[in-house]
């Protein structure tokens, strides 16, 4: 059985950026093979992974509603829409990545969103972990009921009002009734501390400080020059504040 971690919060807040130091770290771990999903769509997981992304779900769901996808005769429908999902699973060597791109426009999706949950459900049980980086709403972990959350790690910067919309994340999650083991808040671009405000606010809306992490320049030259994040050295100050917690959860 896979384990799924979850990383959620608003945009900006540092969600693909953790995903990616997630994701280095279990490679580096060797808890691989690593399924990689990027909820958001304004996917950036690809990049930051050094993964090219060709195709989306999002536009083969365009595809397959424009009946631009060829039909095999004697092939299930549902056979041709596996396949073409599974197309979009871009594949590297510890990491696969599919990304779900735009949400969907008008017409109905509930057949294809179907299918696209069997496929996921079928699919993940094929990898040690489950990273996937979402999208504020949360969404498409909505639709994937079947599979609980072993982690769910909501990214916040230092502020109260960034700790408050945390509260929201966690009130949204018990809202689409998603299964959670473990959840937590991890406090991106912070000082050391975090000032009493905060935490008091964390507190209030009864969320565990997994990690604190600081801003770091690594990252910022990173960005700079469009390099992989995985690719960052391992003694990096936000990396290594980040795996010394990561780890307990992990063992
Ligand atoms: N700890 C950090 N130090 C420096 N820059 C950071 C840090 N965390 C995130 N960033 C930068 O902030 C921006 C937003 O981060 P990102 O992970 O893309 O957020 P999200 O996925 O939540 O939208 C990116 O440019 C990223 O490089
Ligand atoms: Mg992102």
Known sequence: MSKLIAVAGKGGTGKTTVASLIIKHLIATRRTPIFAVDADPNYTLGEALGIEVEKTIGMMREDFIGERAEIPAGMAKEAVLERQFHASVQEAKDVDLLVMGRQEGPGCYCYLNN????????????????????EAGMEHLS????????????????SVKAARAAGRIAE???????????RFVIVNR???EISKEVQAEIDRVDLKVLAILPEDENITAADVKG?????????????MALISELEKLLT
Do not use: W
């Not at 949204?172 to 473990?182: F, G, S």
């Not at 390099?227 to 100050?237: A, K, N």
């Open 143 to 158: 639709r994937r009921t079947t599979q609980k959350i072993d982690v769910l790690l909501t990214v916040c910067d230092h």
């Open 115 to 134: 299918v696209l949950r069997n496929f996921l459900d079928m699919l993940t049980g094929d990898y040690k972990y489950v990273v996937v980086d979402n």
């Open 190 to 192: 912070a000082p050391d």
């Open 227 to 239: 390099r992989p994040l995985v690719d960052l050295p391992d003694d990096i100050p936000s990396y």
């Open 172 to 182: 949204l999650v018990d809202e689409l009734q998603l299964r959670v083991k473990d």
